[in-house]
């Protein structure tokens, strides 16, 4: 009887030995899990030092630098005009590229290229359509903060329409290159890639030296409005 007992306590401790090596150590645990150890070393700690450690790992890491150096945007919006042209020609869609360098995280230079899509419906007649291309450069200001930035920028260049269509309406210069100045205002709202920003902005142009109308004595000026994305190399 003893030898037997003897043998069953071998099979058991066998056994136990076997379920023991089967449980993976501490190493081997899975991601999140917690060992025997930490658990107890909770269940151990005083109220206190539990609140300590969920402070820490509730903590979130701060979101990495913005990069700043060249940038490229593109955005797309409306152009509008708001001198006698409003009366020819209606809201159209605007679409624009910049390509800028920031000196400073605070201040880029850059320049730039647009073009809307337009037509004369508002005159009697048959509608003849027509785009207006802007090519420019300028310096943009920026308040950087966490999370977004707001902006400001001055900008000058020239601009034209595709065809003569607008001479006969009295926009004598219109299909020649003629300068522009304007100014926009508007925000970027930095993504968890510090690489990326969705840019808002609007703004006015003065088109007068190549838009005026000789049958008005009104300065030509136009809206502009878009939303788009920004890259940071």
Known sequence: MAQAGFFSFQLVALTAAGVLLSVPSHGAQE?????????????????????????????VPPPPPRHHGFTIASDIGALGHLGDLKNVSPASPWLHMLVGYEV???????????????????????????????????????????QMGIFAQFDAGAAKVSQDVLTTLGYNK??????????????????INPRYALVAQGGVRNLNAGFDSINSTQVALAWLGSAGLRYTF
């Open 174 to 191: 219109a299909h020649e290159f003629a300068p522009y100045f304007g100014g926009m205002l508007g925000a970027e709202f930095y993504q």
């Open 31 to 59: 991601k999140g899990e917690l060992s025997e150890t930490e658990i107890i070393s909770w269940l151990d700690a005083s109220p206190e030092e539990k609140a300590d450690r969920e402070a820490d790992l509730s903590e």
């Open 104 to 146: 400073f995280s605070w201040a880029m230079v850059f320049t730039s290229a647009d073009v809307a899509f337009s037509d004369t419906s508002y005159v009697e007649g048959p509608s003849r359509a027509f785009a207006m291309y802007g090519l420019g450069g300028g310096f943009r200001l920026t308040i950087p903060m966490s």
